[in-house]
């Protein structure tokens, strides 16, 4: 029987893994991105995502935002990989070459330049900041929800969500004055 | 606080546009998700998995394996669909419609947002209206399976209503909150079947599967999603021992010997 039909008169719809995955591939990629995974691992950690999210769908309460869900198990996995990969990384990144990335130049090309500068601003920043300013900015995320999903305080969401704020523009008043 | 400047703005607003995965991207993690639910292979990044899972997560390994056991078959073919889908321009059009961000609009538009979003945001937000609360419009795979009904009667307000032109992010189109149009080509409710028949699959109910793949057939001689429902027929002959699989089956390996679903249709049907 199909977890999905238990209590099906008494809750909300919940969605399948597919129904997820056509509806947040996209969002999950931009965020592993903009939270720092380099593009060598950036399909493995989205793939790794929605194994999470088929294994945690039956406990999904469809009451709640599907969105909010999977950017928490994206961030946590993104969180994850950085301490576990991103020095390993780096430290092969000083004496190899770079991974093939996949994509053919052009589709790199064809990335619109807004969309790089962002990316490039995002990576300057330091890491406390960038998940706050990406949460919010990118993600839509509330103050509270970003401080309820990281464990911070509100206040210091608040805060560093400012800083950042104030370096983006900074970096934009650069950018124009070029 | 003090906003974002509208320059600042517009960055965010087109980074969120530009920053997404190829057609290629998709379809290879797609395809590995496939394959990972297919033979059950663990993460990519082993030491990743259980990352996202909360500290007192009370599920436990057999609970784990029956999830993915039942998940499987619809995870596969679905995924394999997905995949389909990516490749040539039919399948951009197909995805673009059925992925349309009006799914993610519609299943974001009955879910609470997260709490307190648009409200302690700080300053107000001016690009995330809050949705309306509306009925759900989305999750066709959660279409009642009995009492079938007729096509007529799936509820129109439960189908996705605007077809893509270009498939954008949905959360940008979603914060966008456009008005929707008519839907168009009845894709709706096509993948409502299908999900219907995915569902029956999945719960071991062959001959509703059988059933609901011939209404596909009727209903959309020239479906989107032929291969699939062809899929779906062809496993659930097999797997029931019906006279005539091996022949169906057979048929379907000639006719779609590229299909994702073919491993699974050559190990169900003694292929």
Redesign the interface.
């Known amino acids: 029987?199909?977890?999905?039909?238990i209590g099906?008169e008494q809750r909300?719809?919940?969605?399948?893994?597919?129904?997820a995955?056509?509806?947040?591939?996209?969002?999950v990629?931009?965020l592993t991105?903009?939270l720092g995974v380099d593009d060598a691992?950036?399909?493995?950690?989205?793939?790794?995502?929605?194994?999470?999210v088929?294994?945690?769908?039956?406990?999904f309460d469809?009451?709640?935002?599907?969105?909010?869900w999977i950017t928490?198990?994206?961030r946590?996995?993104v969180?994850?990989?950085r301490r576990?990969?991103a020095r390993r990384t780096k430290r092969l990144a000083l004496v190899q070459p770079a991974v093939d990335t996949?994509?053919?130049p052009d589709?790199r090309v064809a990335?619109?330049e807004?969309?790089q500068?962002?990316?490039t601003f995002v990576e300057g920043l330091d890491d406390a900041k960038r998940e706050v300013f990406v949460l919010?900015?990118?993600?839509?995320?509330?103050?509270?929800?970003i401080a309820?999903m990281t464990g911070i305080n509100i206040n210091t969401v608040?805060t560093r969500?400012?800083a950042a704020?104030e370096q983006?523009?900074r970096f934009?008043a650069a950018r124009?004055a070029v | 606080?003090?906003d974002?400047?509208p320059?600042?703005r517009t960055?965010?607003d087109?980074?969120?546009?530009?920053?997404?995965?190829?057609d290629?991207?998709?379809r290879?993690?797609?395809d590995?998700?496939a394959r990972?639910?297919a033979t059950g292979a663990?993460?990519?990044?082993p030491?990743?998995?259980d990352?996202?899972?909360p500290a007192d997560s009370a599920?436990t390994p057999s609970r784990?394996r029956t999830?993915?056991v039942?998940?499987a078959v619809?995870?596969v073919l679905?995924?394999a669909?997905?995949a389909m889908m990516w490749w040539g321009p039919m399948g951009l059009r197909v995805w673009a419609a059925?992925?349309s961000p009006e799914?993610?609009a519609a299943?974001?538009s009955?879910?609470?947002?997260?709490?307190?979003?648009?409200?302690?945001?700080?300053p107000p937000?001016t690009?995330?209206p809050a949705t309306p609360q509306v009925e759900?419009a989305?999750?066709e795979?959660?279409v009642?399976?009995v009492p079938e009904v007729p096509e007529a009667e799936v509820p129109t307000e439960v189908l996705p209503e605007e077809p893509a032109e270009v498939a954008t992010?949905?959360?940008a189109r979603a914060?966008a909150g456009r008005p929707s149009r008519p839907a168009a080509g009845g894709l709706a409710a096509e993948l409502a079947l299908l999900?219907r028949a995915r569902?029956a699959m999945?719960?071991g109910r062959h001959g509703e599967v059988v059933r609901l793949v011939k209404r596909y057939r009727a209903a959309h001689p020239k479906g989107s999603f032929s291969e699939e429902a062809a899929a779906l027929r062809v496993l659930a002959l097999c797997e029931s021992k019906r006279q005539g699989a091996q022949k169906a089956a057979l048929a379907f390996a000639k006719r779609y010997p590229a299909s994702l679903t073919m491993p699974r249709i050559r190990a169900s049907c003694d292929l």
Do not use: C
């Not at chain 1, 691992?41 to 999470?52: E, P």
């Open positions: 029987m199909s977890s999905s039909a099906r909300p719809l919940a969605p399948t893994l597919e129904v995955y056509r509806m947040h591939v996209d969002d990629w931009r991105r903009l691992h950036l399909d493995d950690v989205v793939h790794d995502v929605f194994l999470v088929q294994r945690r769908l039956p406990d469809p009451t709640r935002s599907l969105k909010h928490g198990i994206t946590n996995l969180m994850h990989y576990s990969f996949h994509d053919a589709d990335r619109a807004a969309g500068a962002f990316a919010f900015e990118v993600e839509d995320l509330s103050a509270r929800a309820e608040f969500l400012r704020r983006f523009e934009i124009e | 606080m003090k974002l400047s320059s600042a960055m965010i087109e980074a969120r546009r530009s920053l997404r995965p190829t290629g991207d998709r290879r993690i797609a590995a998700l990972s639910a663990g993460p990519r990044l030491q990743l998995v990352a996202g899972e599920e784990r999830v993915v039942m998940t619809a995870v679905g995924l669909a997905m059925s992925a799914d993610a299943y974001e009955r879910s609470p947002a997260p709490e307190g979003s648009a409200v302690e945001r700080e937000p690009r995330s759900p989305l999750v795979a959660e009642p399976e992010t949905g959360s914060r999900e569902a999945s719960s």
